[in-house]
Nanobody
Framework: VQLQASGGGLVQAGDSLRLSCAASGRTFSGSAMGWFRQAPGKEREFVASITSSGTSNYADSVKGRFTISGDNAKNTVSLQMNMLKPEDTAVYYC???????????????????WGQGTLVTVSS
């Protein structure tokens, strides 16, 4: 199983950015995929997750600004990030659970598959 994240970059506060994650070696159906982020000197934290049936979950810090979406046919998950803030600066990782997870879980321990990360930098 491989997860390939893309779409990071340098933007200004208030701008938008869209991250994408493509999964190969397995299907998205019957599992959940999520986005996590890790800022310098901080712990990795949950951002958003979605099940293959479309149920989503968000961290309070991004609710109303970020939208996660999935495409079962393409085995991809995207994260649309609007109204970005400097505190959103981090390396963003996509992750996938094993099969049988039908809830948009937050715990990173439930995600055995991780992508390589993509850097998002938001300048003030």
């Amino acid at each position: 199983v491989q997860l390939q994240a893309s779409g990071g970059g340098l933007v200004q506060a208030g701008d938008s950015l869209r991250l994408s994650c493509a999964a190969s070696g397995r299907t998205f159906s019957g599992s959940a995929m999520g986005w996590f982020r890790q800022a310098p000197g901080k712990e990795r934290e949950f951002v958003a997750s979605i099940t293959s049936s479309g149920t989503s979950n968000y961290a309070d810090s991004v609710k109303g600004r970020f939208t996660i979406s999935g495409d079962n046919a393409k085995n991809t998950v995207s994260l649309q990030m609007n109204m970005l803030k400097p505190e959103d600066t981090a390396v963003y990782y996509c992750a996938a659970t094993g099969y049988g997870i039908n809830r948009p879980v937050r715990a990173p321990t439930l995600y055995p598959y991780w992508g390589q990360g993509t850097l998002v930098t938001v300048s003030s």
